[in-house]
């Protein structure tokens, strides 16, 4: 059977801060897309990519969005491998708290992986806003030196 579309709360969190009334740490935007430091990363370097159309799931978003969100991912993906030389980089996408979705706007994670560090928890121990600062500027740097800003 079918499962209903994910009604879209016009108040979580991330579009709150598409429109501006909460601040983030900007890497980057497009008319399509904005990305952003995940305020409690599980590595040094997680940005978070959301496409700007309105939807709780990936299912609910057009194929018109889900493009212009995955090419971001791929550009920012780029640009945090240039700025933090990771040994990998994972990127996820949850849909539903089951699956470990805790806020309801489409997003796509970027997860820079080091050998010898293990993840910190999902969504579990915020980071200091300075530090935030100093890795979105890394991955502006990074952007305008591969040409991708
Ligand atoms: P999800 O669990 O929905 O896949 O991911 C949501 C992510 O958003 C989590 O990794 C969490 O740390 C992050 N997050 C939660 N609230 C905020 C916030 O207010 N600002 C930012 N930048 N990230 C947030």
Same mark, same amino acid.
Request: without cysteine.
């Given at each position: 059977m079918q499962k209903d579309a994910a009604v879209y709360d016009q108040n979580n969190i991330f579009a709150r801060i598409l429109r501006g009334e909460l601040p983030s740490h900007k890497v980057y935007e497009d008319a399509d897309t904005v990305a952003f430091m995940d305020i409690m990363p599980q590595s040094d370097g997680h940005v978070l990519v959301l496409p700007r159309e309105p939807a709780a799931e990936l299912f609910e978003l057009s194929e018109g969005a889900a493009a212009a969100a995955i090419r971001t991912t791929q550009r920012i993906a780029r640009a945090v491998?240039? +700025?933090f030389a990771?040994?990998?980089v994972s990127i996820g996408q949850f849909n539903g708290a #089951? #699956?470990?979705q805790t806020v309801p706007h489409?997003?796509?994670h970027i997860v820079p992986r080091y050998a010898d560090r293990a993840l910190r928890g999902h969504a579990s121990e915020p980071q200091q806003p300075d530090v935030l600062r100093e890795h979105a500027e890394r991955i502006?740097? +990074?952007l305008?030196?591969?040409g991708l800003a």
């Open positions: 491998r240039h +700025a990771p040994d990998g #089951a #699956a470990g489409v997003h796509f502006q740097a +990074a305008r030196e591969l």
